[in-house]
C-alpha cells in the first residue's frame, strides 16, 4: 500500500528536522540572499533531504524549496512547498526556536502538512481534515486555547501594508495590550503553537499565498478548528492579505477591533 501523503509529510519534515539537529551548534557556512538575509549550510543540507524524500516517493509532483527553488506547475496539480529551516536568524544564533515546513498544495488548496520541531521531537501533522501533534511515535489532536492570552507577532519584514498597518504598533495599542501578552518568536513555530493551544492567536502582515513558511502552519490551524483571516477579519489571501490565526471566535474579534483601530488612523 502506498504511503498516505500526510505520512510522507511527516517523514519528510522529521528528515530535514533531524539534519538540522544535527548540525546545531557548530560553525555554520553562510550565504548572503540579501544584505539582511541569509541561509546556512544546514538550511541547504535540511531542504536537500527533505527533497530527496519526496521526489522518491512521489516523482511525478512538483516542487518549491526556499533555498532550492523550483517551480509551480503550469495547470493546478500537486505541488510540495518547503521551508527546511524556518528561524535560521534564530537557529544561527543558537535559540533553539526553529521549525521544518512541508505542505503539499493540490489545486489552490493545501491538503496535508507537517511543521517539526527539531528540539523537542514534536511533528505536527494535518491530513486537511484533522489535526494533530506527533511526539514519541503518539499522537494527539490539536486543541485551540485561548487562556494564555499570549499572541505572537511577526515583526519581519516584508511589509506591503506598512502605509496602513505595522505589528510594531500593536505594541502601543491599549486596547490590544490590555488584552493580550505580546510576544515575538520569529519563526512560523509560534503559528503552529496557536493549533496547539500554547498561544492564543498570530498576527502577521504580507502576501501568504503559497508561501513555503507559512502554508503547512496556516492549514495545521484551519484543520485544528482555529478562526483565521486576512487582517481586516476578511477571508484569508483577499483584500489587505495579512494572517489573523485566532484560537477561538472572540479572540479573533479582538485581534480584528485592534488592527481596524490602526487602518482607521492612517485614513
Known amino acids: ?25 557548530g560553525p555554520l557556512e553562510r550565504f548572503a540572499k540579501s544584505e539582511s538575509d541569509f ?13 530527496a524524500t519526496l521526489r522518491n516517493a512521489r516523482p511525478e509532483d512538483s516542487f518549491i524549496g526556499e533555498e532550492l527553488g523550483g517551480a509551480v506547475e503550469a495547470t493546478p496539480g ?30 489552490a488548496r493545501i491538503t ?21 501533534v506527533r511526539s514519541g511515535g503518539q499522537d494527539e489532536p490539536l486543541a485551540p486555547d485561548p487562556n494564555s492570552r499570549l ?31 505580546p510576544r515575538v518568536l520569529s519563526t512560523t513555530l509560534a503559528l503552529v503553537w496557536v493549533a496547539a493551544g500554547r498561544r492564543a492567536a498570530y498576527v502577521t502582515d504580507g502576501h501568504l499565498l503559497d508561501s513555503v513558511h507559512f502554508s503547512s502552519g496556516i492549514a495545521l490551524c484551519q484543520a485544528a478548528g482555529c478562526v483565521v483571516s486576512g487582517l481586516a477579519g476578511q477571508p484569508l489571501h483577499t483584500g489587505i492579505q495579512g494572517l489573523i490565526a485566532a484560537s477561538d471566535t472572540k479572540t479573533h474579534g479582538d485581534l ?12
Not at 511543521?115 to 505536527?124: G, K, L, N, R, W
Not at 515583526?155 to 506591503?160: G, I, V
Open 1 to 25: 500500500m502506498q504511503e498516505t501523503d500526510a505520512e510522507l509529510a511527516i517523514r519528510a519534515a522529521e528528515a530535514g528536522a533531524d539534519v538540522v539537529r544535527s548540525l546545531y551548534g
Open 39 to 51: 541561509a546556512t549550510e544546514a538550511d541547504i543540507a535540511a531542504e536537500l533531504a527533505i527533497m
Open 78 to 107: 500537486r505541488c510540495w512547498l518547503v521551508d527546511p529551516l524556518c528561524g535560521t536568524l534564530n537557529y544561527a544564533a543558537r535559540t533553539p526556536l526553529v521549525a521544518t515546513n512541508v505542505a503539499l498544495r493540490v489545486g
Open 112 to 132: 496535508t502538512a507537517a511543521a517539526a520541531d527539531p528540539f523537542s521531537a514534536e511533528v505536527f501533522w494535518t491530513d486537511g481534515k484533522v489535526a494533530y
Open 151 to 181: 499572541v505572537d507577532v511577526n515583526l519581519d519584514p516584508p511589509f506591503p501594508n506598512k502605509d496602513r498597518f505595522l505589528t510594531v504598533r500593536m505594541l502601543q495599542d491599549e486596547g490590544f495590550t490590555g488584552a493580550f501578552h
Open 256 to 267: 480584528v477591533e485592534a488592527i481596524s483601530r490602526q487602518l482607521r488612523q492612517t485614513h
